[in-house]
């Protein structure tokens, strides 16, 4: 990875981020409950985690996180609203940051 992914990432970071979504997923009902954990570290905050991950992965790597990523993905967006009043520049490319969590 680059100089600067190495700094924003950390060992484990994949298994933390992947932690993020086992605990969010095993909340009961069909929605995922507003504000997860503490401000500033979100269940996106994994998800912007992982898709720095996969940029830098070996092909092979790639494949099998992304698997499992688009299982995620299928998951929070069942689990989520749209939200498309909130879409910013901030949030280009970051559809999971356009999803709302409560109804």
């Known amino acids: 990875m680059r ?11 994949v298994a933390v981020a ?7 997923f095993s909340q009961p009902g069909r929605y995922l ?9 979100e269940i996106e905050d994994g998800r912007d985690d992982l898709e720095e ?6 092909t092979g790597a790639r494949a099998d ?3 499992l990523v688009e299982r995620i ?6 689990r989520t609203l749209p ?3 909130w879409v910013s520049e901030w949030t280009a ?11």
């Open 3 to 13: 100089r600067v992914e190495a700094e924003r990432l950390w060992p484990d970071a």
């Open 18 to 24: 992947l932690s993020r979504f086992e605990r969010a």
């Open 33 to 41: 409950e507003g504000p997860y954990e503490s401000p500033g570290i």
């Open 53 to 58: 991950v996969l940029r830098h992965l070996p």
């Open 65 to 67: 996180l992304g698997r």
């Open 73 to 78: 993905d299928a998951e929070f967006e069942r």
């Open 83 to 85: 939200n498309p009043g």
């Open 93 to 103: 490319g970051r559809w999971w940051w356009w999803r709302l969590r409560e109804r």
